[in-house]
Nanobody, 120 residues
Framework: QVQLVESGGGLVQPGGSLGLSCAAS????????MAWYRQAPGKERELVAR???????SYADSVKGRFTISRDNAKNTVYLQMNSLNPEDTAVYYC??????????????WGQGTQVTVSS
């Protein structure tokens, strides 16, 4: 099995910054794509940012230029640096990881979620 542990959420004022991290552990062969999603109250979960195993990144239009996704393959960890936060960024943030368990078995896993609240 694979476990994902998120950290770094909290309360921040508008215009502030916050960093999230998500570490994967367990028994697996390799990690493929890693991503961050978020879900605000009353809204559907949406993709925020994704990074491939080769380091190619993509972002939702709403966060481009403000958020940066990165990964440390040696630590099996994905990060999300969030700058210029605004109240619309308030949500529970989830990491999502595509893992190769063996040569032909791949699964996606979700972190437990971490609350990010942007408010004055």
């Amino acid at each position: 099995q694979v476990q994902l542990v998120e950290s770094g959420g909290g309360l921040v004022q508008p215009g502030g910054s916050l960093g999230l991290s998500c570490a994967a552990s367990g028994s697996f062969r390799s990690i493929n794509d890693m991503a961050w999603y978020r879900q605000a109250p009353g809204k559907e979960r949406e993709l925020v940012a994704r990074i491939t195993s080769g380091g190619t990144t993509s972002y939702a239009d709403s966060v481009k230029g403000r958020f940066t996704i990165s990964r440390d393959n040696a630590k099996n960890t994905v990060y999300l640096q969030m700058n210029s936060l605004n109240p619309e960024d308030t949500a529970v943030y989830y990491c999502n990881v595509d893992v190769t368990i063996t040569g032909w078995i791949r699964n996606r896993y979700w972190g437990q979620g971490t609350q990010v609240t942007v408010s004055s």
